[in-house]
């Protein structure tokens, strides 16, 4: 680590510069993406067509299509020509409206081999859009750690070697703001992306992006969490991308028609100061006010999904999180969110690791972390998810996969398939805060059984049949990944819609793609399969067009403006999806409806199923769930709900449970299970306009107007 | 502190106070860029007058600390730091933090009392409050 920031600045050493004249933002738009090679140094613009923001739109969708050009079928994440491209969207950056700041982060995955996408926050998509990029693409590998400046006030960048540890991302933000800043006011002009030790040592590496929070002093950071973006990251040898950018203001997206996005924003930000503290207290506890409800309906995940509530969850609850979180402060991601919910512990001295002693700013705990790295490893103990958040996001490694790992080790150590001998003693059995802490660093610094655990549980799976005799069949059952990655923290057990949601997915069970369980299993508004394959078309596409745009989803439901429930669907809430066209056409200038909304989803969203397929996945059987998010897998499981699955048996069933072994009830009860998964991915294909194999259908992408040649090739090949 | 303090009963919404106000800070009569707002109301006595009572609750949500209060007490926005996220607008309680929809930064009364010098009936005037 450099001694001083005054040492780190003499030890810049630019490799290569470009200066360049900073393309205006038109509508949205700069119309120019840079382009890095950073195995030889190359520093490029290249022009955005027409083509790219009419098909394609921005963020994500300007993700896949450089990537699709950037790389052979062939290509493994760990190629040179793998890129890692960031892009907001047109209407990222504007500060009228909650949640317009976000950044899509694009790359081949360790994790799936496969297409990643992460949506995350913080300060760096919206200053590179205004420094004149629409978006940032890299392409590569570096042979020393380098570091890429973009200098947003003077039109210049730079590909440096600086003198600078990057394993602890927390300090690699900072010192760098802290080394561009001219002064304490200009710190908020910065936005730094760095990985961590993590992104080194395992394939969960994240990005961390990084915000600076003027009341509390500190580079704050938000995370492209899924997919191991940041083990490419560090594989590539990048320490840090910077940016900066001073000149913000609101007309800086210089929209079509500033005055539409002020009403529009007026109005949601009107009824957010009105609803939320009656609502989902985002503004309280940000998205960890989940985790009350979700307990008490039964959907939280506990040891490793087999429960959906404990009775010591009040340790985690929704109000004991608020009361770590420092209250009446504006913690948006990006300036100007009323929503408001990237909330934060401070002064948390920690009790572990590396920087055992120190007081520390927390970002988080939201709710997948306390769920995954808490319940779901059967650990109540806010002090430890903090502390295992803090470490998570400095080592810089996913806390959801983080969470579903130690979940799936800590079973696996309960039935006997590994052990002592096997984990360096760690005992992991459930609620075991201080091995599950142990585990989290030596995951972070690639020491021990972490080296195992941080290879992900697909590969997890692999080792532990093949090296230590376990069963793969149960493995496979218990073992919650799909594609190769981990499932985020919600039970779906008792969903058949959400056991869609998750894994007839385009990157893996995420619940960025549809999050149905409420609308399934609490309000019944699904109650045919057609329903449920609807609701798998049409929240996708929805969702998907977040991305495109460098939007977030929260401020669409969560906050629920008045009147709502007297609306056709209300779960669609009419009147933030009309909020969100205006925006878009009052940015762009464009004009479209509720429908062409979907549309520009669906272009995007099928263009990257058969990016997929392309790399040899994307199809059905990787669409396939571990039985665990499907139904009960073990005695116990079945037990825990065993008036729930009697009661299914008897009168979806026809059977008669009273007589009946727990072993058949509960393979009668997978039988039917399986069967309606296979059935709804047969109605969910059809809806979509794919395949029975889950192959978009030519007259498909003809009619979605992305049938260029190469992609035709991929899905003639395949049909 | 000094604010602009209300007697609705006596005000006969002739708007001398709006035309003031944004004739000096906007160089335009147009009641809609004033920083107080006179409306006619069903409720007793059938006039309501907004304009800002200094209460500073926008200061904690402005996320670039444009919003601040001088020495005498008056809230003020430093419109070179806003950026425009009408935070400060959506919180306000007496909905006297104004915006318009030709101009990127919301505006507020700062006490400046040249509106009260021109109210021909007293309906508003300067007030110490503490």
Redesign the interface.
């Given at each position: 680590m450099a001694k001083s920031i005054e040492d780190m600045r003499k030890s810049r050493r630019a490799l290569a510069s470009y200066d360049y004249d900073q393309a205006e933002v038109e509508k949205g738009y700069t119309g120019k993406t840079l382009y890095i090679n950073i195995s030889d140094n190359t520093i490029k613009s290249k022009n955005v067509t027409e083509q790219m923001k009419d098909i394609f739109i921005g963020g994500k969708g300007f993700g896949l299509w450089y990537l699709w050009n950037g790389v052979k079928p062939e290509t493994r994440w760990n190629d040179p020509e793998n890129e890692i491209v960031i892009s907001s969207g047109p209407i990222g950056g504007i500060t009228q409206y909650p949640g317009s700041g976000k950044s899509l982060v694009v790359t081949l995955s360790p994790l799936t081999n496969s297409v990643m996408d992460s949506n995350v926050g913080g300060f760096f998509g919206p200053y590179l859009k205004f420094s004149g990029w629409d978006a940032l693409e890299i392409q590569g590998k570096a042979e020393k750690d380098i570091v890429i400046f973009i200098d947003g006030d003077k039109g210049k960048i730079t590909i440096e070697e600086v003198d600078i540890d990057p394993t602890a991302s927390h300090l690699v933000s900072e010192q760098l703001t802290e080394l561009l800043a001219e002064n304490e006011k200009d710190k908020k002009n910065i936005s730094i992306v760095s990985s961590g030790s993590g992104g080194e040592n395992t394939n969960i590496g994240i990005l961390n992006f990084s915000f600076y929070d003027l009341r509390r002093k500190v580079a704050r950071m938000k995370q492209a969490g899924r997919g191991g973006i940041g083990t490419v990251f560090r594989d590539k040898k990048i320490a840090a991308l910077a940016v900066k950018f001073s000149n913000l203001s609101g007309r800086s997206n210089n929209p079509a028609d500033p005055s539409k996005i002020a009403k529009t924003g007026v109005k949601i930000t009107r009824e957010i100061n009105k609803f939320d503290d009656e609502q989902f207290r985002m503004r309280q506890i940000g998205t960890a006010n989940l985790m009350t409800p979700m307990n008490d309906y039964d959907l939280l995940p506990v040891h490793n999904f087999k429960y959906g509530s404990h009775p010591d969850a009040a340790g985690l609850s929704s109000d004991t999180l608020r009361d770590r979180f420092t209250q009446n402060m504006p913690d948006g991601c990006w300036v100007g969110c009323a929503l408001s919910c990237c909330k934060a512990v401070d002064n948390f001295e920690l009790k572990t690791g590396p920087f055992k002693g120190e007081k520390v700013l927390v970002d988080g705990p939201e709710y997948e972390n306390a769920a995954g790295l808490g319940a779901n490893c059967g650990i109540f103990d806010a002090n430890y998810v903090i502390e295992a958040n803090f470490y998570c996001d400095t080592y810089g490694i996913d806390t959801i996969s983080t969470g579903t790992i130690i979940a799936f080790a800590m079973e696996c150590y309960e039935n006997g398939i590994i052990n002592k001998e096997i984990t360096g003693g760690l005992e992991l059995t459930f609620g075991n805060a201080d091995a599950a802490m142990e585990l989290i660093h030596q995951m972070g610094q690639g020491k021990g059984f972490g080296k195992i655990a941080s290879q992900g549980v697909r590969r997890m799976k692999k080792i532990f049949a093949e090296e230590y005799d376990a069963d793969p069949a149960f493995l496979q059952d218990i073992g919650m990944e799909n594609k190769g990655l981990e499932y985020s923290q919600y039970q779906a057990k008792e969903s058949l819609a959400q056991q869609g949601g998750y894994a007839m997915t385009n990157k893996g069970p995420q619940h960025d793609e549809a999050w149905l369980i409420f609308m399934d299993m609490v309000n019944n508004q699904l109650p045919t399969f057609e329903k449920k394959a609807e609701a798998l078309h049409y929240f996708p596409m929805f969702r998907t067009w977040f991305g495109l745009q460098g939007l977030c989803k929260l401020p669409w439901n969560d906050i629920v403006p008045e009147g709502n429930a007297q609306t056709d669907s209300p779960e669609k809430i009419p009147e933030h999806v009309q909020n969100y066209v205006d925006i878009f056409n009052a940015v762009t200038g464009k004009k479209i409806d509720q429908d062409e909304m979907i549309r520009q989803s669906e272009r995007v969203y099928n263009f990257q199923r058969i990016f997929n397929l392309r790399l040899g996945f994307g199809t059905r059987e990787h669409d396939a769930s571990p039985y665990r998010a499907l139904g009960p897998v073990t005695e116990e499981e079945y037990e825990s709900r065993s008036e729930r699955y009697d009661k299914q048996l008897k009168e979806d069933l026809g059977i008669d449970p009273t007589e009946m072994s727990i072993t058949d009830k509960i393979k009668e009860m997978r039988k039917y299970r399986e069967g309606r998964y296979e059935t709804l991915m047969d109605v969910v294909y059809e809806r979509r306009g794919w395949t029975k194999n889950g192959i978009p259908k030519l007259e498909k992408i003809k009619e979605l107007g992305i049938d260029f040649p190469e992609v035709v090739d991929v899905v003639k090949k395949n049909l | 502190m000094k604010i602009v303090g209300i007697n609705e009963k006596e005000c006969t919404m002739c708007g001398a106070c709006e035309t003031t106000c944004s004739t000096f800070y906007y160089k335009e009569d147009d009641r809609l860029k004033s920083a107080i707002q006179v409306e006619e109301v069903e409720a007793s006595p059938g006039v309501a007058i907004h304009v800002c009572n200094q209460c500073g609750k926008c200061i904690?949500?402005?996320?670039?600390?444009a919003i601040t209060r001088t020495k005498k007490g008056i809230v003020t926005i430093n419109k070179k730091t806003?950026?425009?996220?009408?935070?400060c607008?959506?919180?306000c309680p007496t909905d006297t933090m104004f915006?318009h929809?030709?101009l990127?930064?919301p505006f507020k009364c700062i006490s400046c009392a040249r509106c009260t010098k021109e109210c021909p009936t007293e309906a508003i005037f300067m007030e110490e409050v503490s």
């Open positions: - | 904690e949500v402005c996320p670039v600390e806003c950026i425009g996220c009408f935070n607008v959506g919180v915006w929809e030709e990127v930064e």
